[in-house]
C-alpha cells in the first residue's frame, strides 16, 4: 500500500475499502504504531486544544462553568489548557500558547481584560479564534457569549422592591470589572424607575469573594441609617454579608433582607437558603466551546462576530422577605 | 551565523556571548521570527504541558489545588491541560494525550480510579511520569502527595469524643473510593480506642455533595434513637447535612453537633461557622505540581516512588459542642 493509502486509512477511514481499513488496523496493531500529536499539530497546524483563561479557578462560578467547557471539548475531541489569572496587565502569556501553536482558540472568560489588550491578542501574527464569555464589552467586534446582567440585576432589585422594600442597598463587585458596571446599573435602573430613594452610602464598595461581602457588612454596620434589603454583587459576597451581620445579631431576612446572583451549589443549602439571579453557568460553558470549535474548524470568512444573550432566573428562597413594620 | 549558534543564542541565551545575543534578537525582530512549539515538542520530544487528571473540577476543593497547580506551572514554564471525570472505568483518553505528545506528565487527583488502570497508564510506550494526589493506593509504586486522611479523621473524632459526646455517626464518602475508606477506618479507630459505642446505623451513606449530606440527614432523622454528634466525610456533606436537619427544627450544634473536613472558603462563612479539618490544599497542589515538574525533567533512573505526606488541622468553630443534658 502507498503512504497515501494509509494516511488515508488512518485519517477519513471513511473514504477506503473495508479490506484497507482492516489491513491497516492489523499493522498497526503489529508495529505499535501511535500518531504523534506534534507531528500531527506542525502538518495540520492544529493543536485540538483550546486555552480558556479564567480570573479565579479556584471560584466555584467559573470551575463550574469551566466543567461544561471540558466535556463540551473532549465531545468534540479537543482537549483543555487553563490559563489561570493571567490578566493582571500581561497578556504575553496567553499570546505564546498561539504562537507556539499548542491553542487553536481562547475562550475568555475574564471580564478584567480590556477592549485594546483584547484587540492586540487578535491582531497578526495571532489573529486567533476567540471567544468573549461571562461579559459584555460593548460593541465588541468578538464573538460573545453571556448573560444580560444589567437586566438581571434589575429583576434582583425589583424583587425587594415589591416585598415592599424602600431602602436597598448593593454590594458592588469588584473595580474596573464589566460584571460590576453592569450589575450596578441595573440595580440603579430598578430604584429610579420605581422612584425609589437612591443613596450614595448604601452602594457599597464590595467584590465577588465572601470576605469582600464580609468587608461590606462591616461598613453597613457602621451607618446611622441603614437599608432594610441588600442586592450582592454575587452569591459569595451575600453569603459572607449575611454571615458577618449575624455576627452582630442581625438576622437575615428578619432584619436585613439579601438576594444575590449566580445560584451557586451552596445557595440553597445556606441557612438561611439564599434568593438569587440563577444564572445558566452550564449552558454558557457548553455554547462558549461549542462557538469557539465551530470558529476553529469554519472558514475564515465566516468569523462575522455573533452575540449569544442567555437569561437569567429569579430564584426566590428564604433570605429575601417583607420588611418588619418600623 | 552557524544554525547551531541561532539555535544556542535563542534556547541557551547565557552560552553565548551578548554581542551574538543582540544579532539574533534583532534579526528575530526584523524577520518576525516565531516559536512553533509543535515542532519543539516534536524534535524535544517535550510538550512544556502537564495533564491534570481531575474527578470534579466544579468542586472548590479540587478546584483550589488546580489553582496552586496551574501557579506552580506557570512559574516553570509549562501550560496545564485538565482532565475532567475521565475515570468512570476508561483511561484512554488520558493516555492518548501522551501517545500524541500533548502532555509530559500526569497529576492525578482522582480517588475512583484504581490501581490496575493507573499501573497500565504508566506501563510502555506510554510509561508517563506520573504523581498521585490527594489519596493513598497502599504501597503504591508511583510518587504521591496527599495527606493523611485516616489520622485526621481519628483527630477529627476525637474532637467529639473531648467535647463530651458518646453517641457519634459518621457521613461517609462514596463507595469505592480510597478517601473513604480511610477517613472511615479514623473514625472507627477513634472510637474504639476510647470505647465509645459503635452503631451500624449511625454509619450513613453519603458522598462529597451537599445533596449527599442532605441525603444522609433524612436518614438519621428516621431513625429511633439518634447520634449527638456527626462527623461528616468532607465539608460539602456537613453543610447539606446541618443545612436538612434545619428544615426538621434541628439546631447546630445544639441539637447536634457537626465537624467537616477540608476547610473550604465557605467553612468560616457558614451558620454555624464549620468545625472542620483543614487540608493544605494550595501546599498540596503546589507540591504536587513541582515534583511531577521535577520528574519531568529529571533523569528516568532517578525516579524511585517518593511519598509526600502533608498534615492536616483542627480548626474549631461552633458547630460543634457539648451536647445537651439528657
Known amino acids: ?91 504575553d502569556p496567553l499570546r505564546d500558547y498561539f504562537l507556539s501553536n499548542r491553542a487553536d482558540g481562547l475562550l475568555l472568560l475574564d471580564g478584567s481584560i480590556d477592549r485594546a489588550q483584547l484587540e492586540a491578542l487578535t491582531r497578526a501574527p495571532t489573529s486567533l479564534p476567540l471567544i468573549v464569555a461571562c461579559e459584555a464589552i460593548a460593541d465588541a467586534p468578538f464573538h460573545t457569549v453571556r448573560t444580560d446582567n444589567a437586566y438581571a440585576a434589575e429583576q434582583a432589585t425589583r424583587h425587594l422592591l415589591r416585598l415592599g422594600h424602600s431602602r436597598i442597598g448593593h454590594i458592588k463587585g469588584p473595580a474596573g470589572n464589566v460584571l460590576t458596571a453592569e450589575r450596578e446599573a441595573g440595580f440603579l435602573a430598578a430604584l429610579c424607575s420605581a422612584g425609589a430613594e437612591i443613596r450614595a452610602e448604601w452602594v457599597l464598595h464590595g467584590g465577588f469573594s465572601m470576605d469582600d461581602g464580609a468587608r461590606a457588612a462591616r461598613t453597613m454596620l ?21 454571615s458577618e451581620i449575624a455576627r452582630s445579631g442581625l438576622i437575615c431576612p428578619r432584619d436585613m433582607s439579601v438576594i444575590g446572583f449566580d445560584d451557586l ?62
Open 1 to 91: 500500500m502507498s503512504t497515501a493509502t494509509v494516511s488515508r486509512a488512518l485519517s477519513r477511514p471513511e473514504r477506503v475499502t473495508e479490506a484497507t481499513r482492516e489491513r491497516v488496523s492489523e499493522a498497526v496493531r503489529v508495529t505499535g504504531y501511535t500518531l504523534n500529536q506534534s507531528a500531527r499539530s506542525l502538518r495540520l497546524q492544529s493543536a485540538r486544544t483550546i486555552l480558556v483563561a479564567l480570573p479565579d479557578i479556584g471560584n466555584p462560578f467559573f470551575s463550574t462553568i469551566l466543567d461544561a467547557i471540558e466535556r463540551e471539548a473532549a465531545r468534540r475531541g479537543y482537549g483543555v489548557l487553563v490559563a489561570n489569572r493571567f490578566a493582571r496587565g500581561d497578556t
Open 222 to 242: 457602621d451607618l446611622q441609617e441603614r437599608p432594610t434589603a441588600i442586592f450582592a454583587t454575587n452569591d459569595e459576597a451575600a453569603i459572607g454579608f449575611i
Open 265 to 326: 451549589g451552596i445557595a440553597e443549602h445556606f441557612l438561611p437558603p439564599l434568593t438569587t439571579m440563577r444564572q445558566p453557568r452550564e449552558a454558557l460553558g457548553r455554547l462558549a466551546a461549542e462557538a469557539l470549535i465551530d470558529l476553529i474548524e469554519g472558514a475564515p470568512g465566516k468569523r462575522v462576530p455573533r452575540q449569544f444573550v442567555l437569561s437569567s432566573q429569579l430564584i426566590v428562597r428564604g433570605s429575601t422577605a417583607p420588611p418588619r413594620p418600623r
